[in-house]
């Protein structure tokens, strides 16, 4: 028997960013497990063969009622965005939910060492390229009708961004990725005020310490160093991410849960975490 969160998903179109790892991943599995009879996804990302096995592997787990269409897409090109927005095929072209997911962090450097090009790869990716995706995918929220007390308000559909507790909180070694997610989380709370008047629900999800792909591409490949960010600790499985992100866009069209911060249970702050003895 469906659950609501899954009666409410059914029929939707979601589409996710940076789906070929960590939370974005799971995140395409997580809705397809909870409404798995309709629902078509989305996923994209630059590497285009780890999209194509995902689909590959939602429908190994959940069947055909799900349909899933792989994009490669780099966030980071206005132009790129809005292309496969007009391109997509008819099917998919209603979409529901926009998940914000991709994003990334390079190096620990501060400045005056920071590199250029990793500075500029992360403002491209984390803040141009969720403006990009939103401004491209808004304009389809903003015409869909609503029905009975809302007929008039035009704009329903869901946008939920995966900011940080980095954007609540910068720390050492983090300037640059801080302040990417420091500027999501403005975007954000102003979107928010600006689409009011609609029943378009702009949701931000704060993760604190998640294991994935994460760490490796900030320590460029060295694994030994990202190993290291997690001794001692548990961190959260971007699974624990999917299922808050699938929850909110599973909740009743009049709650919005405008705001949420996901600790694992040794973390207390974004730098102050138990780490156990080795
Ligand atoms: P991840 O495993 O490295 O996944 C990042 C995803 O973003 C990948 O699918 C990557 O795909 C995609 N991506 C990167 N640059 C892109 C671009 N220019 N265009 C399109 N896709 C791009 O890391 P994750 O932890 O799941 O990260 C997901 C989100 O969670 C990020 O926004 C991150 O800032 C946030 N977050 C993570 C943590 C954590 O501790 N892990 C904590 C708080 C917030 P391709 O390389 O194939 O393009």
Same mark, same amino acid.
């Given at each position: ?97 926009? =998940?914000?997911?991709? /994003?990334?962090? !390079?190096?620990? %450097?501060? #400045? ?6 990793? +500075? ?95 760490? =490796?591409?900030?320590? /460029?490949?060295? !694994?030994?160093? %990202?190993? #290291? ?6 961190? +959260? ?42």
């Amino acid at each position: 028997m469906a659950t609501a969160t899954g009666k409410r998903l059914a029929g939707k179109t979601i589409l996710i960013t940076g789906a070929s790892s960590g939370i974005g991943r799971s995140t395409a599995l997580e809705f397809a497990r909870t409404s798995p009879k309709d629902l078509k996804i989305i996923v994209t990302a630059r590497r285009l063969d780890k999209i194509q096995q995902l689909a590959e592997d939602i429908k190994k787990e959940v069947g055909e009622g799900i349909k899933v269409h792989p994009v490669q897409l780099d966030v980071s090109s206005a132009n790129a965005v809005s292309e496969f927005v007009n391109q997509l095929p008819e099917e998919f072209k209603q979409i529901d939910v926009l =998940v914000n997911n991709a /994003g990334m962090v !390079k190096g620990v %450097a501060q #400045a005056p060492d920071i590199a250029p090009a990793d +500075l500029s790869e992360m403002f491209a990716t984390n803040v141009t390229g969720l403006i990009n995706m939103t401004q491209a995918v808004l304009p389809i929220m903003k015409a869909r009708k609503n029905e009975g007390m809302h007929a008039d308000m035009p704009g329903a559909g869901d946008i939920i961004n995966i900011g940080s507790i980095a954007g609540r909180e910068a720390y050492v070694g983090g300037s640059i990725y801080c302040a990417t997610k420091a500027a999501v989380r403005s975007f954000t709370e102003a979107m928010r005020k600006e689409l009011v008047s609609t029943r378009i629900r702009i949701i931000e999800i704060d993760p604190g310490q998640v294991e994935t792909e994460f760490s =490796v591409v900030r320590f /460029g490949g060295d !694994k030994s160093k %990202a190993d #290291a960010v997690y001794k001692g600790v548990e961190p +959260l499985t971007p699974d624990d991410i999917a299922e808050v992100v699938v929850f909110a866009a599973g909740r009743r069209e009049n709650v919005v849960l405008a705001d949420t911060l996901v600790y694992p249970n040794h973390q207390g702050a974004a730098t102050v975490m138990h780490r156990k003895p080795a």
